[in-house]
């Protein structure tokens, strides 16, 4: 699937806007009775910059995003610096090297957006983007984030519980599994254009949880990352994140959530199902056909000879969801 490659550099927020202007505009709006991000994203996204070389770059603009810390999850694990967070990414829609999510994902246009709540519920519904950031509380929680590739980051998510959405959708009994869908549009994703540039993936990316993992209070839909929205290369505007699979399971830019009787297809277990599993469960114990998910390199602040390998935990350390998988044989369901 991956093979690791050099992180590439790209301008980030900081380059092109002052914080402490938004974070004034923001407190100004919000006495005056406006709250969520959207109201600051449309005059702030796809801002122009010039680049480090002269050249003209399109820049995505990210805002700070309201929101409490939830102290269940603020790890004392060194976080991955943001710089790291947003430049070494995948997302192939934007192309298979670490540095073309950051590249190529600048001019996504991310609002309007809608995410539909679709399937086996009573009710269904549409979020508009500036829901995404209204409906619910937006919290902060610090997850260790571990790739299929055998790399791993600590980062600071925003967002809320997938199991708040669903308690809104109100699941049908024979609802058993959720399906999520990312955006498809191959004019602004250069990689669905090209099965070159997309890794041979059929694309939309789809992805999927059993009913309990997606309720489970871990998962989350992401919003922002390091107090501010997603960028694209990350998965704005909203993007799951499952903390105890591998990374692949956290899809980005979801555009519908469908609830499902039967497992879903998912994008990997198609391309390559010896290698890629539904479940994806973080797991020391069982390798990947071509390496082994023992230990993982820790990215950190240190450049690539610092020494970072650490021991893979089961479940990446979540060892509280344990109980979900009671009685399956987990070499069987990777
Ligand atoms: N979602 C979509 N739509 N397309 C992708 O290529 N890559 C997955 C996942 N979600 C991917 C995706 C993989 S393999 C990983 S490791 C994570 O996103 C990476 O998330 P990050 O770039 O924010 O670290």
Redesign the pocket.
């Known amino acids: 699937?991956?093979k690791e490659q050099s992180i590439g550099k790209v301008l980030t927020e900081n380059d092109v806007t002052d914080e402490n202007i938004f974070l004034n505009r923001r407190k100004m709006l919000k006495r005056m009775g406006f709250v969520g991000a959207g109201s600051l994203l449309a005059t702030s996204q796809n801002a122009n910059a010039i680049s480090l070389f002269g050249k003209k770059k399109e820049s995505f603009v990210t805002a700070p995003v309201a929101h409490t810390k939830n102290t269940e999850y603020q790890i004392t694990e060194t976080l991955t610096p943001e710089s790291k967070?947003t430049t070494?990414?995948?997302?192939?829609?934007f192309g298979t090297s670490k540095s073309d999510?950051a590249e190529n994902a600048q001019s996504l246009t991310v609002n309007p957006w809608e995410v539909k709540i679709t399937g086996a519920v009573e009710k269904s519904f549409t979020l508009s983007y500036d829901d995404l950031y209204n409906m619910f509380d937006i919290e902060e929680r610090i997850y260790r984030?571990r790739?299929?590739?055998a790399w791993s980051?600590v980062?600071p998510w925003l967002g809320f519980p997938l199991y708040k959405l669903i308690k809104k959708a109100k699941p049908l009994s024979k609802a058993k599994y959720v399906a999520f869908k990312?955006?498809y549009r191959p004019s602004e994703m250069p990689?669905q254009k090209s099965r070159f540039v997309g890794?041979g993936?059929d694309y939309?990316?789809v992805?999927g949880l059993r009913m309990d993992e997606a309720m489970h209070p871990l998962t989350l839909m992401s919003v922002g990352?390091y107090g501010k929205t997603l960028p694209p290369?990350?998965?704005a505007p909203i993007?799951?994140v499952v903390p105890w699979k591998?990374?692949?399971?956290?899809?980005?830019?979801v555009v519908e959530i469908n609830f499902t009787e039967k497992e879903p297809p998912t994008?990997?277990n198609i391309l390559a199902p010896q290698e890629y599993g539904f479940y994806a469960n973080v797991n020391p114990a069982v390798s990947h056909p071509r390496w082994s998910q023992a230990s993982e390199r820790r990215i950190t602040s240190g450049g690539l000879l610092t020494r970072n390998r650490i021991d893979t935990l089961p479940f990446n350390g979540y060892s509280e969801v344990a109980s979900l998988y009671d009685g399956m044989n987990l070499r069987k369901y990777y």
Not at 88 to 93: A, G, L, P, R, V
Not at 246 to 253: D, E
Request: aromatic fraction near 22%; proline fraction near 5%.
């Open positions: 699937m991956f967070v070494y990414n995948n997302f192939y829609e999510p984030f790739c299929v590739e980051m980062i990312t955006l990689g890794g993936i939309p990316y992805e990352v290369q990350n998965g993007r799951l591998y990374g692949f399971k956290s899809i980005k830019s994008t990997w």
